[in-house]
Structure formats: structure tokens, C-alpha cells
């Protein structure tokens, strides 16, 4: 009988003690630190369906029912207004919290990013950091970075850096915890381009906050690539600009030339490496091509200026009386990224920058609205991209990135990124691998442990472009950090041309895909992982 009053006891204090699953409307938020609620919204949401599109790797969801919490809230002192989204699944939630990133120069997609996940039950968030300056301005055209006295917004620059993911998985794990009665049992960052560069600034900033990141394509070394998508339009804003026709001819000259280094002639580049495929473009001057967007009856004859202005972009920016600043634009990538043109009445050829850099030279650099951006010289390049290597890199740079304490925590980072980006080249996040593998050599821990990187031959950005893309690298994560079953390969898979599923088991890096010299070229299984040469 005592036992049983025993049993009976700590069975009613469990019950009474345990945290209490709280309705969607009664959510409510304790103080946080550092942080001031303004406003708090929840709503029960039924049979949401959105059509998502790329960039960023979102993907359609339908039918979701979900618990639609949003908080306004800001850092005393610095009068910024922040908005955060959580979406909470009112049934089949699977026990996890997964936050997801932004863009360009937006911190999160809200009402995008979150849906996929809450369609697999996770509890989501996304945040827009303030850079939406309270749901007015596109966060695109950098308009935010500037106070209205003309001053830099230190505030939301912080937001965007990192601070407003610490805000946003805070916020959603409290409110997870109070809806369901219990913590997520897993947290999970997921982010592609921005997205990834937040990914690496979690786990270096904030190591324990997630015990997985997901980054694909991540935007590392933020004040150099800034640099580098704005030069090839600062180029051809100093000379006559190509059609894309004339990229285009080049690209396929490229990948014709680098293509077979894997023994596989299938249009897609394995590797590169300068030493073993020189591609030289003077060999294509003279060439004629056929160009629809200038007039079905007005061939474009490749110029030494085209052939200049090539190798340019491909080896990349540098300024006077400097190391050149980072590589070019990778072999196989289209130029369309960051050396977009328009042709106008067919006959005016206007360079077309990636938008975010408009804003960034505008409102980050000059801190001028007005300024022109179609008027910059090679001068006026060099001073903007010493402005923001000077202004903006102890901030956004990468250099100083450490993830020793993530790993320590026990952390999990995956990383993937297209050979053929268009945006951010996969060399830039190679580099970053090498050095924490270089930092744990000869230490009691492999960097495989507890970060792996993934090389897609053929795809550009987040999942754009023509080649195999990850299937489900997300999932490959989960079982690497609740299974303890780290991913050895990613399978990727894409439809050609011809219409053809083309497969590809992607290698761990630095190992390289490599054809074994028989079997089918659009099937994984005729390649093999080998290490990479040089």
C-alpha cells in the first residue's frame, strides 16, 4: 500500500509540475534580455498553401494548419522594430525547431521560409531582423542600412550580421516549449546563400543554439564578395557590353574544355584546377554567333574586348597595390549572375548588376539614395570596395569565424554548394574548410567530425543551374546528429536537356567525382570519390 501511495504521489506531482501545453491564443513571452516586445500576435491558421519558387531551395507547401505567432520587438536604445514569425503545426509536430534564413540583403523570408518545414511538423521561424523598417521597404534595396540623419544603422547592421538569429531561436524555442508543454528535443538552422553565411555566424557566434546548420552555398567572406559581384558590371560599364550570347558562347567553349577532366564528357565539370585546364577566351575571337536578342538577322562577331573582358571576370577583382581579393567566376557558371546584360530595342546593351549590390554601393558605401551606380569608374569600384573591406569586415567577414566551441557543444555542420554557382564560388567555401581542417590538424579531433562539405559538379546557385542538386541534405543532417550517422555522400539528382534523370552521389570534400571509364554518364553509379589532384 505504501508503494503504491508512493507511485501514486510522484505521478501527481509529475503531473502538476510538468510544463502545461498552452492554447495558440493565450502564448505569452517572459522577459528576454537585451530585448523590449512592442507587440505580440497569435492565430490559429487553417489550410494555408503557398506556391514557392526558387532562389533559396523553397519549395511548395499546402494545407497547413499551424498556430501563426508574430513579435514586434526592439533593442532599448537603438530604435530599430523587429519582426518575428513562428509558425507552431497544431498536430503532428515532430518534436524539433528548425529556424531558417534569408537572402541577398534580407535576414528571412517570412511567410516563405517557414512553410516548408511546419509541412514536415517542425516548429519554424523566420525573421525579417528590422531590415524591412517595419514592413515598408524591400529589404533588397539596402535602404535600411541607412539612419534618417544619413548615418550607418549600426543597429540593423548588427541585426543583419548575426544578432536577430540569437533573437529568433530564442523566441521560438520559448514559444515551442509553451504551446507544445515540452522543449524541441532538436534545434536546426537551415539557410542558402545569406541563409548560409547566418548558418556559420550561428555556430560560431551562438555555438550552442542549434545542434545542427544546414548552409548551402554560403555567402562567406560577405565584404569580398561584395566586391566581387560588382566588378564585371563595373567593367563593361567602362567599355561596350555583350550580349549574353557572347557569355554564353565563352561558357560552353569553357565547359568543352573542362568538362572531360573526370574522363566523363557529360557537360558537367567535376573539378578545376587552373594547373590542368587553362582556358584561354583569345581562342574564340573572331567567332561569329547567332544572338535571337539583337535580331534574328544580326550575328555577333567575338572581339578582342570580349576576350578581355572574360578573362577579367575570371580572375577576379583586385585593387592597386593589393593581393588580388579572392578568385573569379568558377568555370561552367553563367555569367548571367553577376555579368548580366539587357538588350534594349535590340540594339542598347545595359549591364544588369545582381540588385542587392545597387543598394549596397548606394546606402552601405556612398550613403547617398541618389547616387548612380551606371556612372561608376575602375576608380570610384576601388574606393567602394575599400569602404566596405574597411567599414563593414570585422562585421560580416568570415576571417575570424571560429567553430571549436560548436564543436565542442556537440554541433553538426553540413554544408553543399554548386561548382557551377553563378553568385558565390564554391572556392570561397572551400577555403573556409581548409582552414578549420588545417586548425585541427595534428589535434585530437578531425574537422570531419563535425562539419562536411559537399561539391555539386554542374549546379549554380541554391539549387539553380544544371546540375544534379541535393535531395535531401536536410534529412542527412538530422540522422548525422540524432542518429550519430554522418553523411559520407549526398544524393543528387537532376533531368537534362533530353529530358534524362541524371544522378550523382556527391563527394565529401576535398575528395572529387571521377568516371570510371564505362557505364552510363547520367548515372551515379559509374563514378566513383577519389582525392583531388594538386
Known amino acids: 500500500m505504501l508503494v503504491y501511495l508512493t507511485n501514486f504521489f510522484i505521478a501527481w506531482l509529475a503531473y502538476f509540475w510538468q510544463p502545461k501545453q498552452q492554447p495558440c491564443g493565450s502564448l505569452t513571452l517572459p522577459h528576454i534580455p537585451g530585448v523590449d516586445i512592442i507587440s505580440m500576435t497569435r492565430q490559429e491558421v487553417h489550410n494555408y498553401s503557398i506556391a514557392a519558387s526558387p532562389p533559396y531551395n523553397l519549395q511548395d507547401a499546402h494545407n497547413l494548419d499551424f498556430c501563426d505567432v508574430s513579435v514586434t520587438l526592439t533593442h532599448p536604445g537603438e530604435n530599430d522594430t523587429v519582426t518575428v514569425s513562428v509558425w507552431l503545426p497544431l498536430t503532428n509536430w515532430n518534436g524539433r525547431f528548425q529556424a531558417t534564413g534569408g537572402g541577398g540583403l534580407a535576414a528571412g523570408i517570412i511567410g516563405l521560409g517557414p512553410a516548408r518545414p511546419v509541412s514536415q511538423g517542425y516548429a519554424t521561424a523566420a525573421t525579417d531582423a528590422g531590415l524591412t523598417l517595419n514592413g515598408t521597404s524591400n529589404p533588397q534595396t539596402g535602404a535600411w542600412a541607412l539612419r534618417p540623419d544619413g548615418t550607418i544603422n549600426t543597429a540593423l547592421v548588427l541585426n543583419f550580421a548575426h544578432r536577430s538569429i540569437y533573437d529568433m531561436a530564442t523566441i521560438g524555442k520559448i514559444l515551442t516549449e509553451r504551446f507544445y508543454g515540452s522543449p524541441p528535443k532538436y534545434s536546426y538552422w537551415n539557410g542558402c546563400s545569406t541563409g548560409g553565411r547566418q548558418g556559420y555566424f550561428a555556430a560560431a557566434k551562438y555555438p550552442t543554439l542549434f545542434d545542427g546548420v544546414l548552409a548551402g552555398a554560403p555567402a562567406l567572406h560577405f565584404p569580398r564578395l561584395i566586391g566581387y559581384m560588382s566588378w564585371p558590371p563595373v567593367l563593361m560599364l567602362q567599355s561596350a557590353a555583350p550580349p549574353q550570347c ?38 574564340l575571337i573572331g567567332e561569329t554567333v547567332a544572338c535571337p536578342e539583337m535580331g534574328s538577322d544580326s550575328p555577333v562577331t567575338i572581339t578582342s574586348h570580349h576576350a578581355t573582358l572574360v578573362k577579367q571576370i575570371m580572375q577576379g577583382p583586385d585593387l592597386p597595390d593589393s593581393q588580388p581579393l579572392w578568385q573569379g567566376l568558377p568555370p561552367g557558371a553563367s555569367f548571367r549572375g553577376t555579368a548580366n546584360t ?51 569586415n570585422d562585421i560580416l567577414g568570415s576571417d575570424g569565424l571560429d567553430l571549436s566551441e560548436f564543436r565542442r557543444a556537440g554541433g553538426k555542420l553540413l554544408t553543399w554548394h554548386g561548382l557551377a554557382d553563378e553568385l558565390i564560388p564554391a572556392s570561397w567555401t572551400t577555403a573556409f574548410w581548409d582552414g578549420v581542417n588545417k586548425s585541427t590538424t595534428g589535434a585530437d579531433v578531425s574537422v570531419d567530425e563535425f562539419y562536411r562539405l559537399f561539391l555539386a559538379p554542374g549546379l549554380g546557385h541554391c539549387s539553380a ?13 538530422v540522422r548525422w546528429v540524432e542518429e550519430g550517422s554522418p553523411p559520407d555522400r549526398l544524393s543528387a539528382v537532376a533531368v537534362n536537356a533530353e529530358g534524362k534523370e541524371v544522378t550523382r552521389e556527391l563527394c565529401r570534400y576535398p575528395a572529387t567525382l571521377v568516371y570510371d571509364g564505362h557505364g552510363d554518364v547520367n548515372d551515379a553509379g559509374s563514378f566513383s570519390c577519389r582525392a583531388r589532384e594538386g
Open 246 to 283: 557572347i557569355f554564353d558562347t565563352f561558357r560552353k567553349a569553357i565547359i568543352d574544355k573542362c568538362d572531360p577532366l573526370d574522363g566523363a564528357t557529360d557537360g558537367l565539370i567535376s573539378d578545376y584546377n587552373p594547373r590542368s585546364c587553362t582556358f584561354d577566351p583569345e581562342l
Open 342 to 392: 539587357a538588350v534594349i530595342n535590340e540594339s542598347t546593351i545595359k549591364p544588369v548588376p545582381f540588385f542587392p549590390i545597387i543598394g549596397w554601393i548606394k546606402y552601405f558605401v556612398f550613403r547617398d539614395p541618389n547616387y548612380d551606380v551606371f556612372d561608376m569608374t575602375v576608380e570610384d569600384f576601388n574606393t567602394a570596395y575599400r569602404i566596405t573591406l574597411d567599414r563593414y
Open 465 to 477: 543551374g544544371d546540375g544534379p542538386k541535393p535531395v535531401d541534405p536536410f534529412g542527412a543532417l
